[in-house]
């Protein structure tokens, strides 16, 4: 080996990666050169100084369980596909009645959630459109909003946005820190005029009560505008708009007016199927 | 899938939750994007439970495989384009520069400068260096992982590392902190 390689091997050697040919070679080098030696101490040194400042990084809390939800989800989505089969729906019932009664939260107070999570998370998801393929079920393929009321329960109630000219354009389970934080989980669509790609709308479903809150006090003074059904809100040029139904919190959010915004979340309710329809209002 | 093996995804999977949201913090560099990428690496595996094979290094290196390639995928898109940075290319071009040790720092209160000089490493490399020190995989176990030959891994961690040290001896130039070691 020489000098150059021997350096190079150095990292190597410090993370016990050689032959036992090399590791001899380069023991015997390191025996005649203090120099080498105090490089290799500093490798070591520097991975344990990775390591440690990477697995001190903390980890959400609720993050197991938002993904045990999301698999809980993904299974759902097979019973569904088995009652396609012809097998009775008793599953995809029992998974809107889930939606509705049983989630984690369902009962839980209302809580205040910041416009600017819903905002942020309508400029990330939806302006950038971060989510081609819908991975609601974590295989993609819903295609229009229909498709993903019969995947996703928890959608069931989103208003018939594709009627006023839009198409649904991607799909996700992200949604405000609040909403995390309290367990909750938030269904996100969002939707694309054909016509005007800039103009998108994203409407939430989540699974307990909330209150939209502008004005980052702690508690909220109750901020809130609009009317006592459909509440409003705005973070910079995105306006919002929270109402719920039963047990469950919508919120739209979209780059317009908010009374024309409301206007989007007075559309009709499009159950997907005759299950849907029993339960959601 | 059966029942059983729902159950067995679960109970082979979620224990490494904590250590394939680490990593994706590290590459989506925002707590927001990190959990969207672990929500959609845990539904992939699962959706694709069925073809996974126990091998030699357990699950973990499968879930590490499919979280770097769905951060690389959607960097991609994101980018709306191929690649800015051929990671062959990247292998090639930097393989001639002078070699660069550690500089002599104290390595216990370096947290926060070597994740920032993590921060500032090209994807490929990044992912590497994340493997080989979060995780302390050997560089077989990040070649299995990345489904790449372990010369690949091999190059691009001294690739990495050589950044690393440089940006470290950036850093104690810029604070002028003594016992810096002259770049040879």
Redesign the interface.
């Known amino acids: 080996m020489n000098p150059?390689e021997m350096?190079?091997h150095?990292?190597?050697y410090a993370?016990g990666?050689l032959d036992p040919a090399q590791r001899a070679e380069i023991e015997a080098h390191l025996a005649q050169d203090p120099a080498s030696r105090?490089?290799v101490a500093?490798?070591q040194?520097?991975?344990?100084?990775?390591?440690?400042?990477?697995?001190?990084?903390p980890?959400?809390r609720g993050?197991?369980d938002?993904?045990?939800a999301?698999?809980q989800a993904?299974?759902r989505v097979?019973s569904r596909r088995l009652y396609r089969l012809g097998l009775p729906g008793l599953a995809v019932a029992a998974a809107v009645v889930l939606a509705l009664f049983v989630w984690p939260g369902s009962e839980a107070a209302a809580t205040n959630v910041q416009v600017s999570g819903f905002a942020?998370?309508y400029r990330?998801?939806a302006v950038?459109r971060?989510h081609?393929t819908l991975?609601v079920?974590?295989?993609g393929g819903c295609k229009t909003l229909a498709e993903l009321q019969a995947e996703a329960p928890l959608a069931a109630g989103l208003p018939d946005i594709p009627s006023h000219g839009y198409r649904l354009d991607g799909a996700?389970?992200?949604g405000p820190p609040e909403c995390?934080e309290c367990g909750a989980r938030v269904l996100h669509a969002y939707f694309r005029r054909s016509d005007d790609p800039n103009d998108v709308v994203s409407a939430f479903a989540v699974d307990c009560a909330i209150t939209l809150c502008t004005c980052g006090g702690t508690p909220c003074p109750g901020c809130q505008r609009g009317t006592a059904e459909f509440r409003d809100g705005t973070d910079g040029d995105v306006s919002l708009v929270c109402w719920k139904r039963q047990k469950i919190s919508y919120v739209l959010a979209g780059r317009m007016p908010r009374e024309e915004l409301t206007k989007l979340a007075q559309g009709e309710v499009t159950p997907a199927s005759p299950q849907f329809a029993r339960t959601v209002p | 899938?059966g029942s059983a093996d729902?159950q067995s995804?679960?109970a082979l999977a979620?224990p490494h939750?904590?250590t394939v949201?680490?990593v994706a913090?590290?590459l989506a560099h925002h707590?927001?994007?990190a959990?969207?990428l672990?929500?959609?690496t845990?539904?992939?595996a699962?959706?694709a439970f069925d073809r996974f094979q126990v091998r030699e290094f357990g699950i973990k290196p499968w879930l590490l495989k499919i979280l770097t390639n769905t951060f690389l995928n959607?960097r991609q898109?994101?980018e709306r384009g191929p690649r800015s940075t051929d990671p062959q290319t990247l292998d090639e071009t930097q393989a001639d520069e002078a070699?660069a040790?550690?500089?002599?720092l104290d390595?216990?209160h370096?947290?926060?400068e070597?994740?920032q000089a993590?921060d500032q490493l090209a994807p490929e490399f990044r992912t590497v260096?994340?493997l080989?020190?979060?995780l302390?995989f050997?560089?077989r176990e990040i070649a299995d992982a990345l489904d790449v030959p372990i010369g690949t891994v091999?190059s691009r961690l001294?690739r990495a590392?050589q950044q690393?040290?440089r940006a470290?001896h950036d850093f104690a130039r810029e604070q002028r902190l003594p016992g810096v070691k002259t770049q040879t």
Do not use: I
């Open positions: 150059s350096r190079k150095l990292a190597e993370d990666e105090a490089d500093r490798w040194a520097l991975r344990q100084c990775a390591h440690r400042a990477l697995v001190s990084e980890v959400p993050l197991e938002r993904v045990r999301n698999l993904s299974r097979r942020s998370v990330r998801c950038e971060r081609d991975n079920r974590g295989d996700c389970w992200c995390k | 899938m729902k995804f679960e979620l939750l904590d949201y680490r913090r590290r707590e927001h994007d959990e969207d672990v929500q959609e845990f539904l992939k699962y959706a959607r898109r994101a070699y040790g550690p500089p002599d390595y216990e370096l947290d926060q070597v994740k993590l260096l994340l080989w020190a979060t302390e050997s560089y091999m001294h590392r690393l040290a470290l």
